[in-house]
Nanobody, 122 residues
Framework: QVRLVESGGRLVQAGDSLRLSCAAS????????MGWFRQAPGREREFVAA????????DYADSVKGRFTISRDGAKNTADLRMNSLKPEDTAVYYC???????????????WGQGTQVTVSS
C-alpha cells in the first residue's frame, strides 16, 4: 500500500488560487492512479479529480472542470491539485487518494490521506 500525506490547505478569498500537494511513500507509486476528493461539512465525500498512472488521462467533476488541474510528478512521488477561481462552495476537507485506475477510482480507493482543510471566504 502507498501512504499519502496532503499539504497546502488554508484560508483564501473567493477568486484566489491554491495548490494542494500529496506526497506518497511506499512502493509502486507509479502504478497507481491518483485522485482528489473533498468533503464539506454535513455532506458526503465527493470526487474532484483523478489522473492515470502515466499522467496521460485525467478526469474531473463537472463542478471543478476548467478551474482545477491535477498533475503528478513520478520523480518526486507527488500528485498536485491546482485550484483557480476558488468559490466559497469549494470549502471542504480535501483528501488525496490512490486507486487502480482513473476509470474506477471514483468507486474504489486503495489508500486515503488524512485530509487538508481548504476554506474559501466570500
Amino acid at each position: 500500500q502507498v501512504r499519502l500525506v496532503e499539504s497546502g490547505g488554508r484560508l483564501v478569498q473567493a477568486g484566489d488560487s491554491l495548490r494542494l500537494s500529496c506526497a506518497a511513500s511506499g512502493r509502486s507509486f507509479s502504478a497507481y492512479a491518483m485522485g482528489w476528493f473533498r468533503q464539506a461539512p454535513g455532506r458526503e465525500r465527493e470526487f474532484v479529480a483523478a489522473i492515470s498512472w502515466s499522467g496521460l488521462r485525467t478526469d474531473y467533476a463537472d463542478s471543478v472542470k476548467g478551474r482545477f488541474t491535477i498533475s503528478r510528478d513520478g520523480a518526486k512521488n507527488t500528485a498536485d491539485l491546482r485550484m483557480n477561481s476558488l468559490k466559497p462552495e469549494d470549502t471542504a476537507v480535501y483528501y488525496c487518494a490512490a486507486g487502480s485506475a482513473v476509470s474506477t477510482i471514483r468507486e474504489t480507493v486503495d489508500s486515503w490521506g488524512q485530509g487538508t482543510q481548504v476554506t474559501v471566504s466570500s
